[in-house]
């Protein structure tokens, strides 16, 4: 057998690169320090889960120059004792992992025995600790050891990391600016606060506090040492079991959301992990109640069995696999959803007023063919306190007093004591696409007396002729004409008087999106349901306010329009009185 080697010809004939030979430790621990120390934060990470593991019931987090410079972690746990010091700073010495089998079953933070081997690679670490021993303290520069020496310290271990990467000078150029590496700090404790709301949690940077957490257990309350009132209020509770999956956390309102994911923070078994899987889960749960590119926001804690996860994916251990994603997924989709149906769907019982405004006032209307008189609003209105008071037959209507219409695009009232405004086409949307939805008879097809010819583009047309038969159930009925014509003879009902416009809107959004065939028929329905909803700009009689605002009050999902956006904005007295400084 003949082997061949072909070298590169630009190494030249004596290039180092030709033998192959063993690195220097000192080297290979700077390499692998790498993996696991990427910049401040990662080490206050380390340094934090460490003190997870000892049993800690309070940690403080200090840094300065965005920890470049200086990071000390403090905390109460059970400490090191001497004879393990030294033993603490060598690479895979660990005490969480006794066998392989433990591998397959982590439920610490730490497991693979690299965080201060690694941090001390790569900058000055001083390290104190009390197991009940009175306290020693090691020093370690650069992955050496310089001292080691008994020290009266209190009970549990502190840490300080300076000049990090000071003698990997390459690395260090990299760092962004001292407050780009401050922010990275503050989001890692305050992930790491929020999944242990168990352990107090105190950070300062450059000797300001910036919170402290009580470490009660109570969720929430840590959420409004960090974040404050405003942000908590917004935020709703969960819980669910799914078979031997649990769920639990703070969920945002529709309308508390990011322009990114950051606003997410998922603890699988108590640690903070990423992963796509759960963020597309969880905004899968919103789907229909935000706008595009609005993402959710939600502190998140599944419960899985040990075996089920695998944490050993990654050298910084933030993350994780599922033995069976499909079951995770949809555990935390139902959870999300069921309480987020709660305040779509509110039902109560009552009756329903109208402010009475001055005839003067009140100007004709365009008036919409859509809100039908069949809502369950058939008594005769009668004078009472200058109110017009109309009962419903409808037990499921919650108690509104309509006090009338704004700017000719919302509608003022008051539901269940609080004073709502409501944006009048994107609830009269709503409705629409529920009839739509729900009935398919609904979706009433009108011939055209003069059909209307509409030349295409050649890939439109392809859609057109591919689409046909969907086109038929939104209520067009299309022939082609020529080469690069076709004749609309018929159209939804709801479309009049824009023929054209509600087509090629359709035909477009087919167009940019890649929807599967359930989801292309949904987005025909939903243009269908707001071209013929009621206008921004158009006034509507007291009549119409009535019906529209006592179906809309009664309708599946009312608080958001078919494309996401909020119908409703709701206030409550404490929110008036707090902002009128009462």
Request: hydrophobic fraction near 40%; include cysteine; glycine fraction near 6%.
């Amino acid at each position: 057998m003949t082997v061949f080697c072909v070298m590169n010809a630009r190494r030249g004939r004596n290039s180092t690169l030709s033998k192959i030979k063993l690195l220097d430790q000192h080297l290979i621990d700077k390499i692998a320090a790498g993996e696991v120390v990427e910049r401040p934060a990662s080490v206050v990470k380390e340094l934090v889960e460490n003190g997870i593991d000892a049993g800690s019931t309070c940690l403080e987090i200090e840094i300065r120059n965005g920890g470049i410079d200086y990071i000390q972690v403090s905390d109460n746990g059970a400490g090191i004792e001497e004879d393990d010091l030294v033993l603490a700073f060598a690479r895979h010495a660990t005490s969480k992992l006794e066998t392989e089998d433990d591998l397959f079953s982590v439920e610490s933070m730490g497991f693979r025995g690299e965080a201060l081997s690694s941090i001390a690679a790569v900058s000055r670490v001083e390290l104190c600790s009390n197991a009940g021993d009175g306290g020693n303290c090691i020093r370690v520069e650069g992955g050496q050891v310089v001292s080691c020496q008994p020290a009266p310290v209190p009970p549990g271990t502190t840490v300080i990391v300076r000049n990090l990467f000071f003698n990997t000078p390459a690395r260090r150029k990299f760092l962004k600016s001292p407050v780009t590496e401050g922010n990275h700090v503050y989001d890692t404790v305050v992930r790491l606060a929020l999944s242990h709301p168990e352990i107090s949690f105190c950070f300062r940077n450059e000797h300001r506090m910036v919170f402290m957490t009580s470490g009660n257990g109570d969720l929430r309350e840590a959420v409004l040492a960090i974040f404050g009132g405003d942000f908590t209020r917004r935020l709703l509770d969960i819980e669910f079991q799914y078979g031997d999956i649990k769920v639990s956390g703070l969920i945002g309102r529709p309308d508390l959301t990011r322009k990114n994911r950051k606003g997410q923070i998922f603890a699988v078994n108590s640690r903070v992990v990423r992963n796509s899987m759960l963020s597309a889960s969880l905004e899968d749960a919103y789907q229909g109640m935000l706008v595009s590119r609005e993402r959710p926001v939600g502190i998140i804690f599944l419960t899985i069995p040990h075996k089920q996860v695998d944490v050993n994916v990654h050298p910084q251990k933030a993350e994780v696999r599922f033995h069976d994603e499909k079951t995770v997924y949809t555990a935390l989709k139902t959870a999300v959803r069921q309480e987020l149906l709660k305040i779509a769907d509110p039902v109560t019982t009552a009756e329903t007023y109208l402010y009475h405004e001055p005839a003067s006032e009140i100007r004709a209307p365009v008036s919409s063919p859509y809100i039908s008189n069949n809502s369950g609003y058939q008594a005769q209105p009668v004078l009472h306190d200058d109110l017009l008071l109309f009962e419903t037959t409808d037990e499921r209507t919650p108690p509104i007093k309509v006090y009338g219409q704004w700017q000719d695009s919302y509608l003022i009232c008051e539901i269940d004591g609080n004073l709502s405004i409501i944006d009048q086409h994107a609830a009269h949307e709503r409705l629409l696409y529920n009839r739509l939805i729900a009935n398919p008879a609904e979706r009433l097809c009108q011939e055209l007396a003069v059909p209307v010819a509409l030349e295409l583009q050649p890939d439109l047309l392809r859609l057109v002729e591919a689409r046909i038969d969907h086109l038929a159930e939104l209520g067009y009925h299309l022939n082609r004409l020529g080469e690069r014509t076709v004749v609309v003879r018929s159209m939804p009902a709801m479309t009049v008087g824009g023929e054209v416009e509600a087509l090629m809107e359709i035909l477009e959004a087919w167009q940019d999106q890649a929807l599967s065939e359930e989801a292309v028929l949904d987005s025909g329905l939903k243009i269908l349901a707001c071209k013929g909803a009621v206008k921004a700009g158009q006034r509507l009689q007291e009549r119409e306010i009535i019906e529209l605002i006592g179906k809309w009050a009664v309708t599946e999902n009312r608080n958001f329009c078919p494309h996401g956006r909020p119908v409703c904005y709701t206030i409550d007295r404490t929110e008036i009185e707090r902002l009128l400084k009462r």
